[in-house]
C-alpha cells in the first residue's frame, strides 16, 4: 500500500486493523486526502471482491443491496443482488445520500446478512465496508444517524501531509499515465487464518478492568473522579467495549506481539470512541469536543 499511498501511515495501518478485526471504518477528512485511494489500494492487495458504491441525495435502498424484478413471462419474481454483495465495500461519501439509504447498510454491517423481499442472503466473508465521509460543514450532507454510526468499529480522521510528504506525492502522482498499482498479495483464506490468530492473543485482566473502566467512564465520569459534569450526552455503548478490545488485538499483532498493553488501548482509543461519544450543547458552546472528553478520561484514569 506504501508504494500507492504516500505518508498517511496512521490511515493505513488503521485500515488493516478494521480489516483483521473484523470491523467496519468510517473516514472522515476534506476532498482530496487519499481516503478513497487508500481503500481501493487495499482492495488491489487482496484477492477478493471490491465494490465502490458512490452515495448521492437520489439514491433508494435498492441501490445498495438489491431488489426483486417482476419477469411478465413467466409471472415470477427474480432476485437482482446489489452492489453490497462483495468482500470490501467502499461507500463514498456516505453522508450525501439520505438517512433512508445509510439504514439499508444496518442490517449487512451488523448481522452480515441482507434481506430483499422475503428472502435472506448471507454476504462474504470477510465482509468489510469502509465509508468515507466530508466533513459534516460541508454543503448538501446529511448528518449519519446515531445507529448507523455505532457500528463503525473506528473512525478516522485525516490530516493533511507534511511537507515533505507533499511534495513526494508531487513526484510520484503528478503524471497523467503509469500511475502506480498494487498487486494482490493476500487472499481471504490468510486473512481469516490471521483473525484466528488475534482471537489467541493474550489480554490480561487488568487490562480488560482499564477498557471497561475507560467506556463506562463516558458513561459516568463522576464515579472515576473525573470532572465532566454537564459535558457529556450520550457515552460509548458495550459495543465499544468489544471494538476497543478487538482493536487493541489487532494493532499488539501488527506490532508483533502476543499480548496487548495498555498502550495498545491508548492508541487506538479515540478512534474506537470519538464517535461513540455524544456531547451536550453546553459543551459544544463551550467549543468542547467529544475528541476533549475522550483525552481528558485517558489523561486521568489510572493505567494499570
Given at each position: 500500500m506504501g508504494k500507492v499511498v504516500v505518508g498517511q501511515t496512521y490511515l493505513m495501518e488503521r485500515l488493516i486493523v478494521g480489516l483483521l478485526a473484523n470491523g467496519h471504518v468510517l473516514l472522515e477528512g476534506v476532498p482530496g486526502l487519499a481516503k478513497t485511494l487508500s481503500v481501493k489500494t487495499l482492495a488491489n492487495c487482496l484477492h477478493v471482491k471490491f465494490n465502490r458504491l458512490q452515495f448521492t441525495p437520489d439514491m433508494l435502498p435498492a441501490d445498495v443491496v438489491g431488489t426483486q424484478i417482476y419477469n411478465?413471462?413467466?409471472?415470477?419474481?427474480?432476485?437482482?443482488?446489489?452492489?453490497?454483495?462483495?468482500?470490501?465495500?467502499?461507500?463514498?461519501?456516505?453522508?450525501?445520500?439520505?438517512?433512508?439509504?445509510?439504514?439499508?447498510?444496518?442490517?449487512?454491517?451488523?448481522?452480515?446478512?441482507?434481506?430483499?423481499?422475503?428472502?435472506?442472503?448471507?454476504?462474504?466473508?470477510?465482509?468489510?465496508v469502509?465509508?468515507?465521509?466530508?466533513?459534516?460543514?460541508?454543503?448538501?450532507?446529511?448528518?449519519?444517524?446515531?445507529?448507523?454510526?455505532?457500528?463503525?468499529?473506528?473512525?478516522?480522521?485525516?490530516?493533511?501531509?507534511?511537507?515533505?510528504?507533499?511534495?513526494?506525492?508531487?513526484?510520484?502522482?503528478?503524471?497523467?499515465?503509469?500511475?502506480?498499482?498494487?498487486?494482490?498479495?493476500?487472499?481471504?483464506?490468510?486473512?481469516?487464518?490471521?483473525?484466528?490468530?488475534?482471537?489467541?492473543?493474550?489480554?490480561?485482566?487488568?487490562?480488560?478492568?482499564?477498557?471497561?473502566?475507560?467506556?463506562?467512564?463516558?458513561?459516568?465520569?463522576?464515579?472515576?473522579?473525573?470532572?465532566?459534569?454537564?459535558l457529556i450526552q450520550l457515552g460509548a455503548s458495550p459495543r465499544a467495549t468489544i471494538a476497543l478490545t478487538l482493536t487493541a488485538k489487532a494493532l499488539a499483532f501488527l506490532r508483533g506481539r502476543g499480548f496487548v498493553t495498555p498502550q495498545d488501548v491508548k492508541t487506538i482509543g479515540?478512534?474506537?470512541?470519538?464517535?461513540?461519544?455524544?456531547?451536550?450543547?453546553?459543551?459544544?458552546?463551550?467549543?468542547k469536543t467529544s475528541e476533549m472528553v475522550i483525552q481528558k478520561i485517558f489523561e486521568e484514569l489510572p493505567v494499570p
Amino acid at each position: 500500500m506504501g508504494k500507492v499511498v504516500v505518508g498517511q501511515t496512521y490511515l493505513m495501518e488503521r485500515l488493516i486493523v478494521g480489516l483483521l478485526a473484523n470491523g467496519h471504518v468510517l473516514l472522515e477528512g476534506v476532498p482530496g486526502l487519499a481516503k478513497t485511494l487508500s481503500v481501493k489500494t487495499l482492495a488491489n492487495c487482496l484477492h477478493v471482491k471490491f465494490n465502490r458504491l458512490q452515495f448521492t441525495p437520489d439514491m433508494l435502498p435498492a441501490d445498495v443491496v438489491g431488489t426483486q424484478i417482476y419477469n411478465p413471462q413467466t409471472g415470477a419474481f427474480t432476485t437482482r443482488k446489489g452492489p453490497i454483495f462483495a468482500n470490501l465495500v467502499l461507500a463514498d461519501e456516505i453522508n450525501r445520500a439520505p438517512a433512508k439509504v445509510q439504514s439499508a447498510l444496518l442490517e449487512a454491517m451488523q448481522e452480515r446478512q441482507v434481506t430483499i423481499a422475503d428472502q435472506t442472503f448471507k454476504l462474504a466473508d470477510p465482509f468489510l465496508v469502509l465509508a468515507t465521509q466530508n466533513p459534516i460543514e460541508q454543503e448538501g450532507t446529511y448528518p449519519l444517524p446515531e445507529a448507523q454510526v455505532d457500528r463503525f468499529m473506528m473512525k478516522l480522521k485525516i490530516g493533511y501531509p507534511t511537507r515533505d510528504e507533499e511534495r513526494s506525492i508531487l513526484d510520484l502522482m503528478a503524471r497523467t499515465t503509469g500511475l502506480p498499482e498494487a498487486r494482490a498479495v493476500v487472499d481471504p483464506a490468510q486473512i481469516l487464518e490471521a483473525r484466528q490468530v488475534i482471537n489467541e492473543i493474550y489480554v490480561d485482566d487488568k487490562v480488560k478492568d482499564y477498557i471497561v473502566d475507560l467506556v463506562c467512564a463516558t458513561r459516568e465520569p463522576q464515579r472515576y473522579n473525573i470532572q465532566l459534569q454537564g459535558l457529556i450526552q450520550l457515552g460509548a455503548s458495550p459495543r465499544a467495549t468489544i471494538a476497543l478490545t478487538l482493536t487493541a488485538k489487532a494493532l499488539a499483532f501488527l506490532r508483533g506481539r502476543g499480548f496487548v498493553t495498555p498502550q495498545d488501548v491508548k492508541t487506538i482509543g479515540l478512534d474506537v470512541l470519538r464517535h461513540r461519544v455524544t456531547v451536550t450543547y453546553e459543551a459544544e458552546a463551550e467549543e468542547k469536543t467529544s475528541e476533549m472528553v475522550i483525552q481528558k478520561i485517558f489523561e486521568e484514569l489510572p493505567v494499570p
